[in-house]
């Protein structure tokens, strides 16, 4: 069980106070230290930026979005896919022009990619111009680390400890005034045999029930509408942290707190997604009636070879007693093609799921190698060309489901929450409804935070089309 630190009374919030005093006696002529956050990967980095652009403002940097004006970039990174670690590689090459303009320009690499020695090697040997790495359950490390460095000190690739600790009271700068993450765990125990998040995550470590709700009432105070709780896998959410409370009854807790909010979570792994857990969805007012369940293949051979610890069946069973308790649920799932030894057969198996299932909406992938999985050592890695022909013919189908999903939803009333105006849409605004569908629709930008009823007039594949009911 790892240990719960509170961090601001620790040595972090020693160091940030040093960092913030060190700027001050060097900002002579009154000049603003500015601090640069450029994030990829999933909402968990997400969450995790707005905890170091937190811990930034508290060391006394003020947010710019300029990496050109900036004396600390921190880049958040991501390696699920190569794709990911390669643009995020890129990107980085192109801070060395800045920092030769600016030498004392700090440059902060963290997050998933760096929790890969062979990536923090990497870094130090031909990237010189970074000065830190700190891995992903580590943010309390950064403040420590930068302070060492601002007093010239060498520059230093920290590695991930064997069981990293819970930091509460770290202070978050949140991007949204309505919208927010919380973490209930961190790190995941399940390894499935294509995934690095394992081994870069560490093991599942679960915050305390009281801190959660703690948070989550702080927000609904503050007037935030819409809260999604994240974890690798939340339905182990307190195994092994010594509380008993499970992860339906942490939502229970939740969705009783007074006030108009709307509460999400991700990622529910089907193996542990419980009756309990759909019980919980089905009679909780305040919980979304949506479930992402990554089914990953439709074909019980690849599921096994994934690790994944369930079969069609006992997917399709789940969603049955979901759909009967709550019958307008939205499904979500991942779909992973090109899984090493994947035949016509298992993908062909895959489509049929997705005709069987009809989700409202997938997130598909091709298949990435990642080095230190099993999978990447699996024979039968499956050529480019039919991988991508592959994720063309799912993609299509999928499309013409989630047409079709959509066009059910023509001429019906939804709530929405807004999210001011939208990008491309000529001055219109959008939202997004508590099943997640986006919503684009006429209306004035001040309402942008708030919950408006919108009639569907229009569907298409990704928006729904629609006007303000008064
Ligand atoms: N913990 C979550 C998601 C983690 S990563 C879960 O279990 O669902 C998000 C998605 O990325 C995964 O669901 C999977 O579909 C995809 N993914 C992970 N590793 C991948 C790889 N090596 N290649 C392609 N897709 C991958
Ligand atoms: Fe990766 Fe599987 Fe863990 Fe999700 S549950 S993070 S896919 S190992
Ligand atoms: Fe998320 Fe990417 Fe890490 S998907 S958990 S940021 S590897």
Redesign the pocket.
Known sequence: MSEIISMLNASTGSAAEKVRTLLRSRSGDGRLFRYYVRTFGCQQNEADSEKLAGLAELMGYVKTEEPGAADLIIVNTCAVREHAERKTLSIIGQYKHIKENNPSLVIAVCGCMVGQEHRRTELKMRYPYVDITFPPGSLHLFPGMLLDRLRGGKRSFAAEPEQPDVAEDVPVRRESSYRAWVSVMYG?????T?????YV?GRERSRRPDDIEAEVRGLVTEGYRDITLLG??VNSYGRGSGSDCTFPQLLRRLASIEGDFVLHFM?S?PKDATRELIDAIADEKKIAKQLHL?L?SGSDRILKLMN?HYNFGEYRDKLAYLRERIPDVSVTS?IIVGFPGETEEDFEATLEALREVRYDRIFSFIYSPRSGTPAANMKDQIPDNVKNSRFERLVALQNEISLEKNRQLEGETLRVLCDGVSKGNGGMLEGRTEQDKIVIFAGDPSLSGHFVNVRVTRAETFNLYGEIIK
């Open positions: 995941c125990n399940n390894f499935c294509y995934c690095i998040v394992p995550r690798q896998n990622t792994h990554p990953q994944r991942d």
